[in-house]
């Protein structure tokens, strides 16, 4: 079984950076893509990055584009998305995510089978 679990958000303003974490049980967690989805009160779930296995593929919704970085550290079990410029559209709860492949990113949910329990972050304007 895999269990993952993110930590990192809180209460930041407008402008400002936070960075989130996501640490994975089990020793396969170097063998599978990872993802970053995010669900704002009221709207569907949303992707907002993914990266390959080893780290040499990334890919980012176009609305964090420029702003938010992906990375993985599998040593440490742990995968990262740094996010800097933060504005309030960016406001939810952001969910990690272990993809059903090694390399292929994909923006599909479905296209993913173990979720975190989410962490809350806030962008105050």
């Known amino acids: 079984q895999v269990q993952l679990v993110e930590s990192g958000g809180g209460l930041v303003q407008a402008g400002g950076s936070l960075r989130l974490s996501c640490a994975a049980s089990?020793?396969?967690?170097?063998?599978?893509?990872m993802g970053w989805f995010r669900q704002a009160p009221g709207k569907e779930r949303e992707f907002v990055a993914a990266i390959s296995w080893s780290g040499g593929t990334t890919m980012y919704a176009d609305s964090v584009k420029g702003r938010f970085t992906i990375s993985r550290d599998n040593a440490k079990n742990t995968v990262y998305l740094q996010m800097n410029s933060l504005i309030p559209e960016d406001t939810g709860v952001y969910y990690c995510?272990?993809?059903?492949?090694?390399?292929?990113?994909?923006?599909?949910?479905?296209?993913?089978?173990?979720w975190g329990q989410g962490t809350q972050v806030t962008v105050s304007s």
């Open positions: 995510a272990r993809a059903k492949t090694p390399i292929f990113l994909d923006g599909s949910s479905s296209s993913y089978d173990y």
């Open positions: 089990g020793r396969t967690f170097s063998s599978y893509a």
